[in-house]
């Protein structure tokens, strides 16, 4: 079963565009954890939120959790067309707790 | 650093046929994974190992599948025989048991297309 939940499926924007996705998941987390899939590839580890944290940086990126509502968002600042891949939010339900992702979102950046 | 290795990249069989996928992890990487990923969907746990100990294999179907990780580094996933529904890309992961709740990292996947 699949804990996250991200919004929308599918996101289509002009390069430069800022692109923000949603993530909800449905039990309490240890960290939620935001990766990359270029297509035909691995996943890649973007970034990783714990859930006494609120926000995290990381370049262009920008992670927001609400625990009170059980959700994230990943922001990508002034896109590009190199983020043009599907994004995974994933969870970690507690300690020592198996990884579970969400069934992605599809961004596409036109040039 | 070699990042995880797996092969082969892509493989095509008949139903009822063996296949089996190989993934090296990355050196000290103490914990593996298997997942599986259907076309659109994210990735799904079928194995997950400390060293050689499989501690999580609820999700794998084990009528038909089978894995192992002789001397806790190498790992062989291997599915027999294989059904139309198989098809999909088996990813391997790898993490630091240091950091147990850490981000995981992945290799480039195995396309299975079964006929």
């Known amino acids: 079963s699949q804990q996250g939940e991200e919004d929308p499926q599918a996101l289509s924007i002009q390069e430069g565009e800022n692109a923000t996705m949603n993530c909800s998941y449905k039990t309490s987390i240890n960290n939620l954890q935001w990766y990359r899939q270029n297509s035909g590839r691995g996943l890649v580890h973007l970034i990783l939120?714990?859930?006494?944290?609120r926000e995290k940086h990381s370049g262009r990126l920008r992670v927001t959790l609400d625990t009170s509502k059980k959700s994230s968002s990943l922001l990508i600042t002034a896109s590009r067309a190199a983020d043009t891949a599907s994004y995974f939010c994933a969870t970690v339900p507690g300690a020592n707790s198996k990884l579970t992702f969400g069934k992605g979102i599809t961004l596409s950046v036109r040039p | 650093e070699a990042g995880v290795v797996q092969s082969p990249r892509y493989k095509i069989i008949e139903k009822k046929q063996p296949v089996a996928f190989w993934c090296n992890p990355i050196s000290g990487h103490n914990t593996l994974y298997w997942y599986r990923q259907n076309l659109g969907q994210g990735p799904e746990l079928l194995i997950r190992y400390e060293n050689e100990e499989a501690v999580d294999d609820s999700q794998l179907p084990k009528d038909r599948f089978s894995a192992e990780r002789l001397k806790g580094v190498d790992s062989t996933l291997k599915i027999q025989p294989a059904e139309l529904g198989d098809s999909a890309v088996y990813l391997c992961?790898?993490?630091?048991?240091?950091?147990?709740?850490?981000?995981?990292?992945f290799g480039e996947g195995s396309r299975l297309t079964v006929l």
């Open positions: 939120i714990r859930s006494n944290e």
């Open positions: 992961a790898s993490s630091s048991s240091l950091v147990p709740t850490g981000e995981l990292f």
